[in-house]
């Protein structure tokens, strides 16, 4: 895929910078229709920090912010200089799956040719103008403050400080409904769980599952369900089908501002009638919290089961031993009929408050199902206004964080455990 840089004499030959600005600026504003694109135009990132980075992953492109930037005349003569076997120029070479780091610093490195952030913005226009993929939206297109976004799909909203916060999202709150939200530092993070961000980890979902159990048992001793344990190793950086969320809007703004200070933050908000929440005890959150015991390929057998319209509700279940045995593993009485559909969907689960992180954070979760597409299917759980998704971005992340900590919303009140507590008491003495 060409993306025609006509800001550049040939660049656009280059399949490894075809790659990077597909995995950067293409998917993004393809399936969520808006992306953070600040860092590149405003130069928020440094040439120390690219080059840091570039080495933890021991890449090649080092090399791209170990000299001046090129002008961008110059940039074709700079990078086949710099990577000699980029030269060979033929439709069936396909570059190495680059990393999100190399992905980025590639991005970057072609923005800091340009001198100004005016030029990066016409340019990124210029981009997106000549991407056929996006032609059906190009007219929607808009920016704003480093953000370009499909203005028929998304609502935007850019906040900076608690007050706009409050004053913006006091409007979606009803009585007759639950209101969750979610905060993550990255704009451009897609909506899903951490065990959907690696497919190596996706792959090995059971393994890792059973390998914490088997090395920390004295951590699962109070754990009685499935549900249980993938929340314990949530808590503890495993991978897993969870994806934080909480009813405290304060606590997702925390986790908006807390870290990434090149780019905004964002604050999902996730509106849910009661009866759409489900509880640990519940046979649904039995069902696809067990999935983590079974091997990606049975899950897979599971799922196309599962969307098999000519098989019949008894018929699935006369497929799937395997998993109604364990389902009756933790609770004896489950009746063994699965609702195909159950299988395949997402659903939100309250959380025992047994821990208290979970307290502090006013913590809840989607529980994530075999669905192969799930940053689209967690996409409709995100607020909508007349038809558009309501996206709420944060700038000003450092002051904020000194407003939250004013109402007690810190990494030590959230974070309650004592290595936590005195790594926050440490950042205030340093």
Not at 14 to 19: C, D, E, G, H
Not at 249 to 276: H, M, R, T, W
Request: aromatic share 12%; glycine share 2%; hydrophobic share 40%.
């Amino acid at each position: 895929m060409s993306f025609f840089f006509f800001f550049f004499h040939n660049l656009e030959s280059i399949l490894t910078i075809n790659q990077a600005f597909s995995n950067i600026c293409l998917n993004k504003i393809l399936h969520d229709g808006y992306i953070d694109l600040s860092r590149y135009i405003f130069e928020k990132s440094s040439k120390a920090e690219m080059t840091y980075r570039l080495a933890l992953d021991k890449s090649k492109f080092i090399k791209l912010f170990q000299t001046d930037y090129p002008n961008k005349e110059y940039a074709y003569k700079i990078w086949c200089q710099l990577f000699p076997e980029e030269l060979e120029k033929s439709d069936i070479i396909v570059p190495k799956n680059l990393t999100a780091t190399e992905s980025e610093a590639i991005v970057y490195w072609v923005y800091m040719t340009m001198n100004t952030p005016e030029e990066r913005i016409e340019f990124t226009r210029t981009l997106f103008g000549n991407i056929k993929d996006l032609h059906h939206i190009n007219n929607h297109i808009k920016h704003q403050y480093g953000v370009f976004y499909n203005s028929e799909k998304i609502e935007l909203e850019i906040i900076s400080s608690i007050s706009k916060f409050n004053d913006y999202i006091s409007k979606y709150r009803k009585d007759d409904a639950l209101l969750f939200y979610r905060g993550h530092a990255d704009a451009n993070f897609c909506l899903q769980p951490s065990i959907s961000r690696n497919d190596k980890w996706q792959k090995n979902e059971r393994a890792m599952y059973n390998a914490l159990l088997i090395n920390c048992p004295d951590d699962f001793e109070k754990c009685h369900s499935h549900l249980e344990k993938l929340v314990e190793m949530q808590h503890y950086g495993l991978p897993t089908r969870l994806l934080d969320i909480t009813q405290n809007p304060l606590v997702a703004l925390y986790f908006a501002c807390e870290s990434k200070f090149d780019c905004y933050g964002e604050v999902i908000l996730i509106p849910a009638n009661k009866d759409q929440v489900k509880y640990p005890q519940g046979d649904t959150a039995s069902i696809l919290a067990s999935l983590a015991s079974f091997d990606y390929e049975v899950q897979q057998e599971f799922y196309k089961l599962a969307i098999d319209n000519s098989i019949s509700q008894e018929e699935f279940n006369n497929n799937v031993p395997r998993l109604l045995h364990e389902i009756r593993l933790e609770k004896p009485a489950f009746h063994p009929d699965i609702v195909k559909q159950n299988l395949i969907e997402n659903i939100i689960v309250l959380t025992l408050k047994n821990n208290r992180r979970i307290v502090k954070q006013d913590g809840a979760f989607i529980l994530c199902g075999l669905s192969n597409n799930n940053i689209e299917s967690l996409n409709k759980f995100r607020l909508k206004k007349k038809n558009k998704t309501v996206v709420i971005l944060v700038k000003n992340k450092e002051q904020i964080l000194k407003q939250l900590s004013n109402f007690s919303i810190n990494h030590a009140t959230l974070f309650p455990e004592i290595d936590c507590v005195a790594e926050h008491i440490k950042k205030i003495y340093s």
